[in-house]
């Protein structure tokens, strides 16, 4: 853990869901505009690997914490709007599919960022 820069992490974690936001709102009236979250996080990843630079596996590395950071961030924005927003679903089916939506995030978020935080430390070589 002492060699993880956690300004690259954090850099390419705020570039993720910033230009996720950003890149969701302009496609808003397109049939792709939930891809648009994708196009930020792989740019955040790829900014997170750029910026660690060295070897493919200790840019894949920062890019995991990147997206274990950017899953979380994004779960407890969904659990704040959802007690903003309640859902007309009962609050223990609510509670369930939360849990499942994070496992599932995690899963993919680190897988992704691993592999273009990769790219990112390559590119820099």
Known sequence: MENINWKAVMAGSATAIVLGVLSSFLLMFSPIYALGIYLGFIIGAILTGYMVGGTFLEGAQHGIFMGIITAIILWVVEMIYE?????????????????????????????????FGGIGAKIKG
């Open 83 to 115: 007690l903003i927003f309640p859902p007309e679903l009962s609050s223990s089916f609510v509670s369930i599919t939360a849990i499942y939506a994070l496992i599932i995030t995690l899963i993919v978020c680190s897988g992704v960022g691993s592999i």
